[in-house]
């Protein structure tokens, strides 16, 4: 039961802690409300509940036998990140913004978690810190990414309720700009440490050369 708790207290504070995934559904609930965002926090729960398994399984044994995908995936991470705080930070009132009439869907959430960087440290993490060899590996990463799955729609929910109660204090056009405007810098930010990690890697690589 010990091990049980610690992958639940693990996956509770990984999930409900600021990062791009919470950063975007609290924007999304500040737009859209709720019911048009519950299907971007499905995706995004049972998207990143997924990718942790296929994690377990082997899949970043990938990186190992390609180390040019991890770098290529980094980078358009950073790119697609940097798209989605330019459509934060020009979206004003969605009732006079045709082109964000619509909250991002399901599978773009589920997309989103092979391009988040939170995402890969927490998945990578969870299987290092809770599978043990010869312990049953694949039963055991199949636990963890169920206790995910569950864990993560209330810690997530938590962040989309937040943004729909701040709908109700953000009621004109001007106010609800500054929060997009607030929400795009962390995004932002958010890019940040992965972009340093990005450049230094590239200018190791030039100086190797």
């Given at each position: 039961m010990e091990y049980l708790y610690a992958i639940i207290l693990f996956a509770i504070s990984s999930s409900v802690t600021p990062g791009p995934n919470n950063i975007m559904i609290m924007t999304s609930g500040v737009n859209f409300g709720v019911k048009k965002s519950l299907p971007l926090l499905s995706g995004i729960c049972i998207?990143?509940?997924?990718?942790?398994?296929?994690?377990?399984?082997?899949?970043?044994?990938?990186?190992?036998?390609?180390?040019?995908?991890?770098?290529?995936?980094?980078?358009?991470?950073?790119?697609?990140?940097?798209?989605?705080?330019?459509?934060?930070?020009?979206?004003?009132?969605?009732?006079?913004?045709?082109?964000?009439?619509?909250?991002?869907?399901?599978?773009?959430?589920?997309?989103?978690?092979?391009?988040?960087?939170?995402?890969?440290?927490?998945?990578?993490?969870?299987?290092?810190?809770?599978?043990?060899?010869?312990?049953?590996?694949?039963?055991?990463?199949?636990?963890?990414?169920?206790?995910?799955?569950?864990?993560?729609?209330?810690?997530?929910g938590v962040w989309l309720l937040f943004g729909s109660l701040l709908k109700n204090w953000l009621g004109s056009a001007a106010s609800r700009n500054r929060f997009n405007l607030v929400m795009a810098s962390l995004l932002v930010i958010s890019v940040l440490p992965v972009l340093k990690e990005i450049l230094l890697q590239l200018q190791g690589q030039v100086m190797a050369l």
């Amino acid at each position: 039961m010990e091990y049980l708790y610690a992958i639940i207290l693990f996956a509770i504070s990984s999930s409900v802690t600021p990062g791009p995934n919470n950063i975007m559904i609290m924007t999304s609930g500040v737009n859209f409300g709720v019911k048009k965002s519950l299907p971007l926090l499905s995706g995004i729960c049972i998207g990143f509940a997924f990718m942790l398994l296929l994690v377990g399984l082997g899949f970043s044994r990938l990186f190992e036998w390609f180390p040019a995908l991890h770098m290529i995936i980094k980078c358009a991470g950073v790119l697609y990140l940097l798209y989605l705080a330019w459509l934060i930070a020009r979206s004003a009132d969605i009732q006079s913004t045709a082109s964000q009439g619509e909250p991002l869907s399901f599978l773009k959430g589920a997309l989103f978690q092979w391009i988040n960087g939170k995402a890969w440290v927490v998945a990578t993490g969870a299987v290092a810190a809770f599978t043990t060899v010869g312990g049953g590996v694949d039963s055991q990463t199949m636990l963890i990414a169920i206790t995910f799955l569950l864990v993560s729609y209330p810690c997530v929910g938590v962040w989309l309720l937040f943004g729909s109660l701040l709908k109700n204090w953000l009621g004109s056009a001007a106010s609800r700009n500054r929060f997009n405007l607030v929400m795009a810098s962390l995004l932002v930010i958010s890019v940040l440490p992965v972009l340093k990690e990005i450049l230094l890697q590239l200018q190791g690589q030039v100086m190797a050369l």
